[in-house]
């Protein structure tokens, strides 16, 4: 996963890299989205929304986890035009290959809602890893992308580098962990929104073809 420089032009549009650091290797990007895919996304997605499960810890399987408060659903790779087109800019920004991708994730947390700190990377020390890794090996990388404003609360906040970053329309934070463990810094949480509600829309890359 490359360093980011400057204005990035993938094709269709022009990706604007307002931040990056190496360690944790953290880039935030405007411009990824327009508001029309943005809420055409939300639109597409309001009908399948569900509570947020996490992967349980003891078994392959998904499980109501009282740290996270969202609800969510899941897109199929390549679902609608607009899950398709983003798939395929993604892949040319971050220079990995579509099918390495899970399928897009939409998130709603209404007010009070949050995800408390947490890894994205599977513990491969946790029973339930060993099914989930035979998919498409270790998640190494995680693009969360603001599909609004939240007017006060709900930042994406990296607690080992004190790092907040607040939802705006449109932009993108990217974080890359190669190997899952602790010292990639990559420890996240969603802050709590105190007001209006915040969605987002997640892809995580893994190491193979995602199946």
């Known amino acids: 996963l490359q360093q980011h420089v400057g204005d990035i032009h993938v094709g269709d549009r022009h990706i604007q890299v307002l931040m990056a650091m190496q360690h944790p290797h953290v880039v935030l990007f405007g411009n990824l989205l327009s508001d029309a895919e943005c809420d055409q996304l939300i639109a597409d997605a309001r009908p399948a929304m569900a509570r ?5 810890t003891q078994a392959s399987r998904e499980e109501i986890n009282p740290d996270r408060t969202s609800q969510g659903m899941f897109y199929t790779r390549g ?7 983003l798939e395929t800019r ?4 971050l220079h ?3 099918e390495n991708g899970e399928g897009l994730q939409v998130l709603n947390y209404l007010p009070g809602a949050q995800y408390k700190a947490h890894h994205d990377y599977f513990n491969p020390k946790e029973p339930s890893s060993a099914a989930i890794l035979q998919r498409g090996g270790q998640r190494v990388g995680t693009l969360i992308i603001y599909l609004n404003d939240v007017p006060a609360g709900g930042g994406t906040y990296f607690p080992e580098s004190q790092l907040r970053f607040y939802p705006r329309k449109g932009n993108a934070v990217f974080f890359a962990y190669p190997h899952p463990e602790i010292q990639t810094l990559t420890l996240h949480a969603g802050d709590p929104v ?3 509600e915040k969605w987002i829309a997640t892809k995580w890359l893994r190491e193979r073809e995602f199946v």
Do not use: F, H, K, M
């Open 194 to 196: 105190l007001q209006g």
């Open 79 to 85: 679902q609608t035009p607009v899950v398709a087109r």
């Open 96 to 98: 990995w290959p579509e």
């Open 52 to 56: 947020s499960r996490t992967v349980a």
């Open 90 to 93: 993604i892949a040319r920004l």
